[in-house]
């Protein structure tokens, strides 16, 4: 009688709590380049995840989301938290953004983007990438990111984007 009758006592208090729903987790891409970037996220819709940093076989599987020159665009996604976002939507618990110059699409097929790895970089997100940049990643890289595991790395891509706005 008494293990029910603190079972009763306690009864408000469950019925008080509810599990958390997921929210929207944007990951923002802002654009500091002078020229007009399209990225994609690998994840489950893409169906090709880290390590495998290759490019998809078909253009057609990928949305391109296109960032104009000093602006910003993201994918959301449903979410608990950020490292939910690598748990549930990539397989290795990292998600790999890959940015191209949009220009490249006017000069080149998909094939040939894809096998000679046309790509201006790639960024390599843990979940905890992700908890400390909150979601926002630079183009290119800013101090923020200089922490994330990208292609070129971090100096190249700073020395290359410092050379290129002078």
């Keep these: 009688m008494k293990i029910l009758s603190k079972l009763f006592l306690l009864f408000p208090l469950f019925m008080g709590m509810h599990c958390q729903e997921p929210g929207d987790f944007p ?3 802002h654009n500091n380049s002078n020229e007009t970037i399209a990225f994609y996220c690998a ?9 495998d940093t290759t490019l998809v076989d078909l253009r057609e599987t990928i ?5 104009n020159s000093h602006s910003t665009n993201g994918r959301f ?6 490292e939910y976002i690598t748990r549930k939507w990539t397989k290795k ?3 790999s953004i890959y940015i191209f110059n949009q220009s490249i699409f006017n000069q080149y097929s998909w094939g040939e983007i894809r096998d000679k790895y046309l ?3 790639r960024y ?10 909150r979601g926002r990643v630079s183009f290119p890289p800013d101090e923020k990111m200089k922490h994330v595991h990208m292609w070129p790395p971090y100096e190249e891509l700073i020395a290359k984007y410092n050379h290129s706005s002078q």
Excluded: K, Q, R
Excluded at 44 to 51: C, D, E, G, H
Excluded at 124 to 133: A, F, K, N, P, Q
């Design 63 to 67: 949305y391109l989301f296109t960032v």
């Design 93 to 95: 618990d990292t998600l």
């Design 119 to 121: 790509i201006e970089a």
């Design 124 to 133: 390599d997100l843990s979940g905890s990438d992700l908890e400390v940049i």
């Design 27 to 29: 990951v923002m891409v």
């Design 43 to 51: 994840d489950a819709w893409t169906n090709v995840y880290y390590p």
């Design 77 to 82: 996604y449903e979410a608990y938290n950020w």
